[in-house]
Nanobody, 126 residues
């Protein structure tokens, strides 16, 4: 049974940095891509960054140049380095996994992902 567990959320001031991590367990087979999503109160879930097995990445315009997604295949983990954070980055952050292949940008679409973690809360104060 695939399990995704996020960690690293918390509160930080605008302009600061935060690093999120997602541990994957229960599965070590082939997969297509992993991604980080976020959902702020009253808003739809948004795909902020995705990465495929080869390391190709895709970012939402709102985080490009500030966030970096990375993976460690040996440790089965997915990270999101968040720099120069803004109050509008405040949200619950979720990691997600898709097994069958799609183009990497598609992995930032909510309906494309098959497995989800329960989320970690990020709060950015001004």
């Amino acid at each position: 049974q695939v399990q995704l567990v996020e960690s690293g959320g918390g509160s930080v001031q605008a302009g600061g940095s935060l690093r999120l991590s997602c541990a994957v367990s229960g599965y070590r087979g082939s997969w297509s891509c992993m991604a980080w999503f976020r959902q702020a109160p009253g808003k739809e879930r948004e795909g902020v960054a995705a990465i495929d097995r080869a390391g190709s990445t895709s970012y939402a315009d709102s985080v490009k140049g500030r966030f970096t997604i990375s993976k460690d295949n040996a440790k089965n983990t997915l990270d999101l380095q968040m720099n120069s954070v803004k109050p509008e980055d405040t949200a619950m952050y979720y990691c997600a996994l898709r097994l069958s292949w799609v183009p990497t940008p598609t992995c930032r679409s909510y309906n494309a992902m098959g497995y989800w973690g329960k989320g970690t809360l990020v709060t950015i104060s001004s």
